[in-house]
């Protein structure tokens, strides 16, 4: 949807592009009601020739059975990479992403022609079976005085199933 500007709308934008991430499925088959996890979105490349900021980031359908409990932005730096998909409580080699710093706080800055440290995620909760994938990622950004917004394609396809075995 466009909007006027003079209306403190907000535009439809086209600088953004999520790479591999938005050309296929996300998926886990071993999600236990009552868990958590982590589903990350996209990781944001700026295609313009424009700095943009990055101002909120979110799945734009969530599935009956998963319950989104917060968003986060995080820097695959300090997360060793971008997590697609992890339990929250840590186990299983991943980091803990609610001890990493939350980037989400602020604008996160996308300089021209060139890709995010910074990438978005979801902590989800699984209440039930789950009827869907968590499917389009939102993005909200800054670029020069102009606000907008812009959907890419993604796709994280969660079901029940075994836990996976770990080694301590």
Known sequence: ????????????????DGGMQSAGDVGYEHAKVGEEYWAGLPLAWNTSATDVEITKAEFSQVPKGLKVIEYRAVNGNETDGNILFARA??????????????????????????GSDIYYVARVKVTGPIEGALKGCHFWYRQGSQQYQQQ?????????????????
């Open 152 to 168: 890419l394609e993604c796709s994280t396809i969660v079901s029940l199933g075994p836990p996976l075995k770990y080694e301590k």
């Open 89 to 114: 409580d840590g186990k299983g080699g991943m980091p803990d992403l609610l001890k990493a710093r939350n980037y989400a706080e602020h604008p996160v800055k996308v300089k021209a022609k060139s």
């Open 1 to 16: 949807m466009i909007t006027s500007p003079s209306e403190g709308g907000v535009r439809e934008g086209s600088a953004l």
